[in-house]
């Protein structure tokens, strides 16, 4: 079935170090791709998507590229910071339905 | 509203209770989804309304589980002779149109059931 699997968690990192969190995914179609971000005490929050293969999505310095050859979407970011701790989300929507399957988070922690 | 708003923000209830969980879209979201977030995994699809009606609800794990959203706007997700593997964070998602494929969604802070 259709599904999304992240890199392990938790990761640390010290401030304005580079960030990667992998995700990769299976699924029938061309799903578009998300990423989640979960704040301490906050709602889900959208971070960034994107719709086909080879669209890069950004926001808030963090980018992902939509790769359908390795069926991946990965999540970058060039200099952390403290503020960027939260929870991330990778997910997919399939083609003519609204629902969104999601993989189970990666806990990230900043440390200054 | 302002956001999607969910209560109560917290409950707890004894094993074999009904429970009763609200959602408040997002004012004129037509699309209303439920998740539900087990500890330490990502939310999994409940159901999914377009208006007053269920347009998928293929992830309600059983007969227990219902939900209703009758005049389209604010939902109730209901669960009978609750049970110790119901304990999760209820979520509660809106959306403009049924577009998500585009623009994901706006997701509330969610319920927290505690079974016991």
């Known amino acids: 079935g259709d599904s999304v699997t992240q890199m392990e968690g938790p990761v640390t990192l010290s401030e304005e170090a580079f960030l990667t969190i992998n995700c990769t995914y299976t699924?029938?179609?061309?799903?578009?791709l998300f990423w989640y971000v979960q704040y301490p005490g906050e709602g889900l929050q959208l971070l960034l998507k994107?719709?086909?293969?080879?669209d890069k999505g950004s926001n808030k310095g963090f980018e992902a590229t939509y790769r359908k050859e390795t069926t991946s979407f990965h999540l970058e970011k060039g200099s952390v910071q403290v503020s960027d701790s939260a929870v991330y989300f990778c997910?997919?929507?399939?083609?003519?339905?609204?629902?969104?399957?999601f993989g189970q988070g990666t806990r990230l922690t900043i440390n200054p | 509203g302002a956001g999607v708003s969910q209560t109560p923000s917290n409950k707890v209830t004894e094993k074999g209770k009904y429970v009763e969980l609200r959602c408040d879209p997002i004012?004129?979201?037509?699309?209303l989804y439920w998740y539900r977030q087990s500890l330490g995994q990502g939310p999994e699809f409940l159901i999914y309304?377009?208006?007053?009606?269920?347009?998928?609800d293929s992830g309600l794990p059983n007969d227990r589980f219902f939900a209703v959203r009758p005049e389209g706007s604010v939902s109730t997700l209901k669960i009978q002779r609750t049970e110790r593997g119901d304990s999760a964070v209820y979520l509660c998602?809106?959306?403009?149109?049924?577009?998500?494929?585009?623009?994901?969604?706006?997701f509330g802070s969610g319920t927290r059931l505690t079974v016991v």
């Open positions: 997910a997919l929507s399939l083609q003519g339905a609204q629902k969104l399957v």
């Open positions: 998602a809106s959306s403009l149109g049924s577009n998500v494929r585009d623009r994901g969604y706006t």
């Open positions: 309304f377009q208006g007053t009606g269920a347009a998928d």
């Open positions: 994107a719709t086909k293969a080879d």
């Open positions: 699924a029938t179609g061309y799903p578009s």
């Open positions: 004012s004129g979201h037509t699309a």
